[in-house]
């Protein structure tokens, strides 16, 4: 049997180990993934950690992952080996319950399946992937390019174009990380009034070279009033992975503005008074579903939107992976296989 590479976490909180593999060979319904690159995310740690639910061990993890479709099983129909295709958070629903015609996936009865949480992900040279979880990637876009735009990208693109928000709307991005850095971007190509906030000032050269119209440096100025001087915002896109951080821009908010929460620390405070009085809100919003990674990818390669990357081998994925958690990462952080 031919062998493959992954990189496996094999207890919670064990380290990222680089083993051999056979080669898996697609069930029906699924398909087989040569990888190309593959994006390391923030969210990667529920897996490196065991802050899942029933995660089992050993787990190859990774949710950024583009590649070539090199087999398929049974039943398979509408996609082509040869093609390229990506998979992200979202590893596929049964879409036939009344909680998926809902639109309701955590709740789906056959279970959410979650890329590189309840099956291997694509820190790997061959990963095996439901049809529900492909989208399909333009020519435009290398593999590298592309990865990130599967987990950072579509969460901020999704979360951005359902927000509400109107072209002109001023709308802060809070984090310039592997997502923030992307929400820059997009929210500056959807026509929104853009404010990066970050901790320091040296990212601001970067976040104004990404779009944003403002830059708040969180370190020495307070978010709440420099947002207010600004009118307001409609919504603030809070990528940190810190509470009291989200709690200290809230009052930015304009009348009627969100805070739209993608990044998932343990928990935040939230003063009623403030939402009651200017009818604010918090709302948190998930990647979304395949077609929406597909669009995430299409308005990419539309608009220029492209992710700033530090590319590692996929043997150096420990290593990769500490430098994202570093936080000190521009600003996203992928592997690449060689295939
Ligand atoms: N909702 C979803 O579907 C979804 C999808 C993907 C990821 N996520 C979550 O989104 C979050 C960000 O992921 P990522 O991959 O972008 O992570 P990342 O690249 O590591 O970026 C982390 C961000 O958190 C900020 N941060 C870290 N420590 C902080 C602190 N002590 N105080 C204030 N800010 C702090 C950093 O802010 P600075 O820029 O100021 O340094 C940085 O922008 C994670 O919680 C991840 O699990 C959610
Ligand atoms: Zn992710």
Redesign the pocket.
Known sequence: MAKMRVVQVAKAGGPLELVEREIPVPRAGTVRIKVQACGV???D??AKEGRWPGLQYPRVPGHEVVGVLDAVGTGVAGWTVGWRVGVG?HGGHCGRCDSCRRGDFFACQEALQVTGITYDGGYADYMIAPIEALAAVPDELSGVEAAPLM??GI?TFN?LRNSGARAGDVVAIL??????HLGVQFAAKMGFKTVG????KD?EPLARKLGAWHYID?QTQDPAAELAKLGGAKIILA????G??MSAALGGLGVNGTLL?????KSIEVSPGLLITGRRSVK????GTSIDSQEALAFSALSGVRSMNEVYPLERAAEAYER??S?K?R??VVLTTGN
């Open positions: 995310c923030h969210s740690s529920l958070w987990c950072a969460t979360a984090g310039l990380g592997g997502l923030g906030i970050a901790r320091g990212k969180s990528t940190v992975t810190n009291d951080a929460v993608v990044g998932a620390p948190g919003w998930y990647s994202m958690m936080g990462a600003f996203r």
